[in-house]
């Protein structure tokens, strides 16, 4: 179905004026979700309620969302209110998968901060969810709303180049710290809820908040982190078949702490990778490298393109090289847009979640390719943390010469925290 189609055959026709902005609770107030409510929920979405596992973070939000009547430490308090038709989820990684299908199962539309999921177990349970609800489901990959995205993709799946040969994203590292000091739980944070499914552990600070993206209980680093944006670019302009293998090579990995079996022996220390080359190799043998660094191609983050004719860069800041400069003679043609789902109107990220609302579409961040792609970055995480080469076969869901990786594709759940 292409991007932003209707669904439903009795959709509703969306007007360019807004009808009424949708009614919406912010689960987890942390750097994003204040991000949002500054720049991008107005005029779309009005926030009714607030929730966050920390009461400080949640009063905190006020000031961003002052006509939020309500605030909670649990967002199934929300779960039930007819009044609220989405959920934005701005919390911790590993809180994802389960705050977004509650909601859906309670009949709510739900934009997801990326990564959608913490394991690829979660993005089976995900696409079940999600087509047995109908639910409208917006990833916060809003680089997908972005022209300067968009073109490098329409130019690299137009033919204009030929075949893409090697697609090298550079996403950053992990950085190393620890070990750090066990402390008493602050005051209005509930730790046992912040940990979710993740193992019990006494308090650190740093496992919290803005840094709990360093450890493996709770997300992937970097490469579920930036390579959640720029992997997915690099897929969507590669137009991988799902139904393929690919080929998963570990060039180099640094971890800041010792890794056996893949698990960390050092639990009061940063875990995840803070160096790392990994080759992929599609069907047609193009190869997407995901690095820390691409210094000697002369960038440290963003996409480069080599295709059979030529070559050219997109990160949010820049789109640059002789076929993007060749592109104001001949610009892309409206075919070539909608080739890749795209029409004429670019509209910004969270509007696109507005209208894919009201007109039961699917939106431009998709679970399905979402997942598809973010499937990949999980695989390599498990390759760098095992230190082996893996062959992941997207159609069996499995990684076909590794039978130990395997175990990694379903993460460990604490009871009354599972995601099923």
Same mark, same amino acid.
């Given at each position: 179905?292409?991007?932003? /189609?209707?669904?439903?055959?009795?959709?509703?026709?969306?007007?360019?004026?807004?009808?009424?902005?949708?009614?919406?609770? =912010?689960?987890?107030?942390?750097?994003?979700?204040?991000?949002?409510?500054?720049?991008?929920?107005?005029?779309?979405?009005?926030?009714?309620?607030?929730?966050?596992?920390?009461?400080?973070?949640?009063?905190?939000?006020?000031? =961003?969302?002052? $006509? /939020?009547?309500?605030?909670?430490?649990?967002?199934?308090?929300?779960?039930?209110? $007819?009044?609220?038709?989405?959920?934005?989820?701005?919390?911790?990684?590993?809180?994802?998968?389960?705050?977004?299908?509650?909601?859906?199962?309670?009949?709510?539309?739900?934009?997801?901060?990326?990564?959608?999921?913490?394991?690829?177990? @979660?993005?089976?349970?995900?696409?079940?969810?999600?087509? @047995?609800?109908?639910?409208?489901?917006?990833?916060?990959?809003?680089?997908?709303?972005?022209?300067?995205?968009?073109?490098?993709?329409?130019?690299?799946?137009?033919?204009?180049?030929?075949?893409?040969?090697?697609?090298?994203?550079?996403?950053?590292?992990?950085?190393?710290?620890?070990?750090?000091?066990?402390?008493?739980?602050?005051?209005?944070?509930?730790?046992?809820?912040?940990?979710?499914?993740?193992?019990?552990?006494?308090?650190?600070?740093?496992?919290?908040?803005?840094?709990?993206?360093?450890?493996?209980?709770?997300?992937?680093?970097?490469?579920?982190?930036?390579?959640?944006?720029?992997?997915?670019?690099?897929?969507?302009?590669?137009?991988?078949?799902?139904?393929?293998?690919?080929?998963?090579?570990?060039?180099?990995? =640094?971890?800041?702490?010792?890794?056996?079996?893949?698990?960390?022996?050092?639990?009061?220390? &940063?875990?995840?990778?803070?160096?790392?080359? =990994?080759?992929?190799?599609?069907?047609?043998?193009?190869?997407?490298?995901?690095?820390?660094?691409?210094?000697?191609?002369?960038?440290?983050?963003?996409?480069?393109? #080599?295709? @059979?004719?030529?070559?050219? &860069?997109?990160?949010?800041?820049?789109?640059?090289?002789?076929?993007?400069?060749?592109?104001?003679?001949?610009?892309?043609?409206?075919?070539?847009? /909608?080739?890749?789902?795209?029409?004429?109107?670019?509209?910004?990220?969270? #509007?696109?979640?507005?209208?894919?609302?009201?007109?039961?579409?699917?939106?431009?961040?998709?679970?399905?390719?979402?997942?598809?792609?973010?499937?990949?970055?999980?695989?390599?995480?498990?390759?760098?943390?095992?230190?082996?080469?893996?062959?992941?076969?997207?159609?069996?869901?499995?990684?076909?010469?590794?039978?130990?990786?395997?175990?990694?594709?379903?993460?460990?759940?604490?009871?009354?925290?599972?995601?099923?």
């Amino acid at each position: 179905m292409p991007l932003g /189609a209707a669904a439903e055959s009795d959709a509703k026709p969306f007007s360019d004026a807004v009808d009424h902005p949708i009614s919406a609770a =912010v689960i987890g107030c942390g750097g994003i979700a204040t991000h949002h409510a500054r720049v991008n929920f107005a005029p779309w979405f009005q926030i009714d309620a607030l929730c966050d596992v920390d009461r400080r973070r949640a009063e905190m939000y006020r000031a =961003v969302a002052p $006509d /939020a009547m309500t605030v909670c430490s649990d967002y199934r308090e929300l779960l039930e209110r $007819d009044d609220i038709e989405a959920f934005f989820v701005c919390t911790p990684d590993h809180w994802h998968t389960k705050v977004t299908i509650d909601a859906m199962r309670h009949g709510k539309n739900v934009y997801c901060e990326k990564p959608l999921t913490f394991s690829v177990d @979660e993005g089976r349970v995900v696409r079940q969810v999600a087509k @047995e609800t109908g639910r409208v489901l917006q990833v916060g990959t809003q680089q997908r709303s972005d022209p300067k995205f968009q073109t490098a993709v329409a130019l690299a799946r137009s033919g204009r180049l030929g075949d893409v040969k090697r697609v090298t994203v550079a996403i950053g590292g992990g950085p190393s710290g620890g070990p750090f000091e066990t402390a008493d739980v602050p005051d209005g944070l509930d730790w046992d809820r912040w940990l979710g499914q993740a193992p019990m552990t006494d308090y650190l600070a740093q496992r919290c908040h803005g840094s709990f993206r360093w450890w493996y209980e709770y997300s992937g680093g970097k490469l579920t982190d930036w390579g959640a944006h720029h992997v997915d670019i690099a897929l969507w302009a590669l137009g991988w078949d799902a139904e393929k293998s690919i080929e998963i090579e570990v060039l180099d990995v =640094v971890h800041p702490v010792t890794m056996k079996d893949g698990w960390p022996t050092d639990r009061q220390s &940063f875990n995840t990778a803070n160096r790392f080359t =990994v080759r992929c190799v599609l069907p047609g043998d193009a190869e997407l490298i995901m690095r820390d660094n691409a210094a000697d191609l002369g960038f440290d983050n963003g996409i480069l393109f #080599e295709c @059979e004719r030529g070559r050219f &860069f997109v990160n949010r800041n820049r789109l640059a090289g002789k076929p993007i400069e060749d592109l104001r003679r001949i610009p892309l043609t409206s075919q070539e847009r /909608a080739d890749i789902g795209l029409g004429n109107d670019a509209v910004s990220h969270m #509007e696109n979640f507005y209208r894919s609302c009201h007109g039961h579409a699917v939106p431009i961040s998709d679970f399905e390719s979402h997942i598809r792609h973010l499937n990949v970055c999980h695989v390599a995480n498990i390759g760098l943390r095992l230190g082996e080469n893996l062959r992941w076969s997207a159609a069996e869901a499995r990684i076909t010469n590794h039978p130990q990786a395997n175990d990694f594709l379903v993460r460990p759940q604490r009871s009354g925290f599972e995601v099923v």
